[in-house]
């Protein structure tokens, strides 16, 4: 057997990926790209029972362990010890022949009330050059099993942890990325969802949100245009709702007709009974209602009613092995939408390797390879979805200093995150906002507040006592007396739980006019058609203002594009399908009279790039290098000249991924230290001069031609010689100041189209256009 090299000294000092100190092996998970410092929780450990050994737990019995539950559907019990005992304990249940597998419990050094259960599994992505034996033989170095691979990622497997192994799957997958072979090792750990809602507001009126006659309490513009939409379509049953949650009850009067329910599954229980069986499942059937309750002459009416629907009751935990099984049955079972009113228990909650390959396999492969359209709740703290903040003031200091928050699911590039307005068209207070929020919807307005595994239900701080005006949302509720309210029915349904399923059921109606859309498509439409509701005010907790629109990106970090309008939607989506509307004898709608106008048709009409789904151009929007890398493929095809990076932020199955690598192999585009491309980070105008002239290795100009810009101070010094080339060969378009290149500030879609023409135009692939700003 061939042996994998053995990590160096220098290795270990400087190999490529995220490095891990010796002395920090067993405290630093690394997950997603990232690295969270943990710490082991004094008096709770795990095991799995071994599934062949015939003794007792006389072990436990021995160190006055108690069994408290069991977690998940991965066979772990957590057992309850004295701190003191904690290390006999342990040591007693690995010596046990009952035992299969033992390890400590783990928390965020900084949020101590949420819960890390480590499995007994590691996932492992090898470089692709890493054949069948060495793979096996890095696996048994680690006493690791190889057990299947995953599925959408090249060369990158599941293994167990086997008996023989002496340290727990934190350290052997830290120890692991040592070796040049390995890509990515992560452990997979067990968390506690949280659901974004319980109900306790007020009684409001039903249903303004999709009927908005005014009155009290709701201004008008608050809904979102359903009646108009439903004069399109209702929605049709070949269309598929996905509500992935606690429960939802089928015998509820809102989710009765011919068709209406298909492919019902409990993986909690392990049937196709997905309903309510604890006191607290009651959130799935809002949120079920929410979206598509059936259009049948009783209770109430769902976005999307005639729509069908598929109830998918999770474990309530969020290992890998739970994720895959979700958006798996949704793919198989021909899901077109996926809506999850859910998050980590967590403060910082990164997503692993797998989590994230199965939203983007679902994603990309969902619906016959058009993709089904995911959306998650953005969450209820008032916090930031990827940021920090310095907290003050909470609950036994549970959450204090320099917090980094982070809710994986809801920053995936392949997830449209949703975030919540009011029924006064302003921001509800709880409702978290960052980069990643794609839209908003109505919901209702309270405080922020949280959910731990240890404190349970807690209101972020400092505390907002003050009232906050808006109504709630009219649902579904569970049968009887059980559920949030009395009744079959409750009127106080909210939280981001409610605006996703909201926008479930928009894009419900979405694919029910135009089937054929892909889920990138869809999102674009739900983002083009978005109402721009802005919000001037401090929010009461934090005094943030981030209710106005950024005017190139045309987004907010509260609401995103916006707030969904079902009926501009799918206007949109039926427009769609019979290609861009001819507006004023141009093109695309908003470039009429544009200073780049005559590039962006030329480019436009060579199919090198194009518009919106609401006939727009966006000129003024800025570019993402992912964009830009899609865009250099369609423009120049360019030829490999070098092996491909393996960037860690652009999973297999990211939508630009190949656009990625041919753009890197070709020299257009490198990446950031740590493996990292920065998909979603603005492109400058010097890093598109430097990567046109480098890429196609473009020749000539001398320094002497940057004269000609009055900020010639500001151009960076890596940046002089394409610059003075692309000058030369009069590639430069300088608007309004044609002596002023700008050259640090984010490039607009109307300027790289002209870039890029007059690129074309250098190397004898167009005709000259006449512009006063070519430089």
């Known amino acids: 057997m061939v042996q994998p090299s053995k990590p160096t000294s220098a290795t270990l000092e400087n190999y490529q990926g995220i490095g891990v100190p010796e002395a920090s092996l067993a405290v630093i998970l690394q997950r997603g790209g990232d690295e969270l410092l943990l710490s082991k929780v004094p008096n709770r450990f795990t095991v799995r029972p071994s ?20 977690v998940g559907q991965s066979n772990l019990e957590e057992y309850l010890v004295a701190p003191s005992n904690l290390d006999a304990a342990m040591q007693a249940a690995r010596a046990s022949d009952a035992v299969a597998f033992a390890s400590h419990v783990y928390c965020p050094a900084n949020n101590p009330s949420t819960f890390f259960y480590l499995t007994d599994r590691i996932t492992i992505q090898f470089d692709e050059q890493v054949n069948e034996e060495s793979r096996k033989s890095i696996a048994n170095a680690a006493n690791l099993t190889i057990i299947r691979p995953v599925e959408g990622i090249p060369n990158t497997f599941v293994c167990e942890v086997t008996k023989q192994a002496t340290e727990n799957p934190i350290k052997i997958a830290n120890r692991l990325t040592r070796y040049p072979e390995v890509l990515v090792a992560e452990p997979n750990i067990i968390l506690e969802t949280q659901q974004h809602y319980t109900p306790r507001d007020p009684l409001y009126p039903k249903q303004w949100y999709l009927n908005n006659k ?16 439903w004069d399109i379509t209702r929605g049709v049953r070949s269309i598929v709702i996905a509500i992935a949650d606690d429960s939802v009850d089928l015998t509820h009067p ?19 009974s997905p ?18 309750a059936e259009e049948n002459g009783k209770g109430t009416v769902g976005v999307a ?8 009751r999770t474990t309530g935990f969020l290992d890998d092995e739970s994720i895959e099984k979700i958006f798996n049955w949704a793919i198989d079972k021909n899901a077109a939408v996926i809506s999850c009113s859910w998050g980590p228990g967590a403060v910082y909650y990164p997503l692993s390797l797998r989590q994230s390959a199965a939203i983007t396999k679902a994603a990309t492969q969902g619906r016959g ?17 990827n940021g920090t903040v310095d907290e003050k003031g909470w609950p036994n200091n549970v959450v204090g200093g320099k917090t980094n928050w982070l809710t994986g699911f809801a920053v995936h590039p392949d997830v449209i995150a949703v975030s919540a307005s009011t029924s006064l068209n302003k921001k509800a207070a709880y409702s978290n906002w960052g980069t990643s929020i794609s839209v908003c919807a109505p919901s209702n307005n309270a405080p922020p507040g949280t959910w731990l595994p240890e404190t349970g239900f807690i209101a972020t701080a400092p505390e907002v006592s003050e009232y906050l005006p808006g109504l709630g949302v009219f649902a579904a509720d569970r049968v009887g007396v059980a559920g949030y309210d009395s009744g079959d029915y409750t009127d106080s349904f909210g939280g981001t739980s409610s605006a996703t399923p909201v926008v479930a059921g928009v894009v419900g109606l979405v694919l029910s006019a135009n089937p054929r859309l892909t889920a990138r498509e869809v999102r674009g439409i739900l983002e083009q058609t978005a109402d721009k509701i802005v919000d001037a005010d401090a929010d009461p907790q934090l005094g943030n203002r981030l209710g106005n629109y950024d005017v190139t990106s045309r987004r907010s970090d509260w609401f995103g594009y916006g707030k969904v309008n079902a009926f501009k939607a799918v206007q949109a989506a039926v427009r769609k399908g019979g290609g861009n509307p001819n507006i004023g004898g141009s093109r695309f709608s908003d470039i009429s009279g544009h200073w780049a106008e005559k590039f962006i048709e030329a480019l436009a009409a060579a199919n090198i790039i194009s518009g919106f789904p609401d006939g727009s151009f966006g000129p003024d929007n800025s570019l993402n290098r992912a964009q830009y890398a899609a865009l250099l493929v369609s423009a120049f095809s360019p030829i490999p000249k070098a092996p491909a990076t393996n960037f860690i932020d652009v999973s297999a199955s990211f939508w630009a991924r190949s656009a990625i690598e041919r753009a890197n192999r070709a020299g257009f585009l490198s990446g950031f230290p740590g493996l990292k491309f920065g998909p979603n980070q603005n492109l400058t105008k010097t890093e598109a001069i430097v990567s046109l002239v480098n890429g196609l290795e473009l020749k000539g100009g001398n320094p002497d031609l940057l004269k000609v810009y009055s900020d010639r101070n500001q151009i960076p010094n890596f940046a002089l010689s394409a610059a003075a080339t692309a000058t030369a060969l009069k590639i430069v378009v300088n608007y309004p100041a044609r002596d002023r290149l700008s050259g640090q500030r984010d490039i607009t879609r109307a300027e790289i ?13 167009a005709k000259a256009i006449d512009s006063p700003y070519i430089v």
């Open 254 to 272: 809102d989710f009765q007709g011919q068709g209406k329910i298909v492919s019902p599954i409990d993986f909690k229980d392990g049937d196709t």
């Open 214 to 229: 005014g009155g009290d309490g709701v201004v008008s513009g608050a809904q979102i245009y359903a009646e108009p939409a």
């Open 275 to 292: 309903m309510p069986v604890a006191e607290s499942d009651n959130h799935g059937t809002s949120c079920a209602g929410v979206a598509a």
């Open 753 to 765: 189209s002209a870039l890029i023409y007059q690129t074309l135009v250098a190397i004898n692939r």
């Open 369 to 385: 390879g058009r993709g089904c359209v995911i959306l998650f709740a953005a969450g209820n703290a008032n916090r930031p979805v």
């Open 305 to 312: 009613p005639g729509c069908a629907l598929m109830p998918i």
């Open 51 to 70: 599934a062949t050994a015939s003794t007792s737990n006389n072990w436990a019995a021995t160190n006055q362990a108690k069994l408290n539950r069991r």
